[in-house]
Structure formats: C-alpha cells, structure tokens
C-alpha cells in the first residue's frame, strides 16, 4: 500500500507561483511512477504531469508544458509540481497519483491522495 497527501495548494493571482508536494508513506514506494493530474469544476479529472522512479523521464500535458515542473526526492518519498506563470485555467483540484507503468491515463496509477485546491485569481 501506498499513501499519498498533497500539500502546498491555495490563492494564488494570475502569474504567480506555487508549488505542491506529494509525501508518500508505505514500503512500496520504491519503484513508483509518480503523477500529477487536477479537476475543475464541472470537468474530468486531466493529466498534468508525471515522472518516473529514477527522474530520468518528465512528461508533461500540453496544457501545463513550459510553465510547470514535476521532480521529486525518493529519499524523503516526495515529488513536486513547481507550478509558474500560473492561469486562471489552472484552478483546480491537484491530486498526486502514484503506479507502476508511466502514462496518462488515469487508469494507471493505482493509489491517489485527497487532493490539494488551488485557485488563481485576476
């Protein structure tokens, strides 16, 4: 098993920034595919970012590309979402996601945290 808890969210204006972190508590941490996805209201729930285990490999949704950057420390079990250059479409529910095959979908990552609000403003 594996926990997750989100932190970091809140007000922010428009071009501003934040950065959320995931902490993840379980032994079968190790290996983890980590992700970043968000919900709007009203919306599904999209894909913003993910990274593999060993940080070689970041992807990122169009979306977010050039303004966001995933990373994260497997010693202390956390990865991040440095969130820059933020929009008022980036108000969202951001949920970290963590499992074993690196994708988009949502359907591949077994474990989930609560979620964090984050809300930008004019």
């Known amino acids: 098993q594996v926990q997750l808890e989100e932190s970091g969210g809140g007000l922010v204006q428009t071009g501003g920034s934040l950065r959320l972190s995931c902490a993840a508590s379980?032994?079968?941490?190790?290996?983890?595919?980590m992700g970043w996805f968000r919900q709007a209201p009203g919306k599904e729930r999209e894909f913003v970012s993910g990274?593999?285990?060993?940080?070689?490999?970041?992807y990122y949704a169009d979306s977010v590309k050039g303004r966001f950057t995933i990373s994260r420390e497997n010693a202390k079990n956390t990865v991040y979402l440095q969130m820059d250059s933020l929009k008022l479409e980036d108000t969202a529910v951001y949920y970290c996601?963590?499992?074993?095959?690196?994708?988009?979908?949502?359907?591949?990552?077994?474990?989930w945290g609560q979620g964090t609000q984050v809300t930008v403003s004019s």
């Open positions: 379980g032994r079968t941490f190790s290996g983890k595919v």
């Open positions: 996601a963590a499992g074993d095959i690196a994708g988009r979908r949502i359907g591949q990552y077994d474990y």
């Open positions: 990274i593999t285990w060993s940080g070689n490999i970041r």
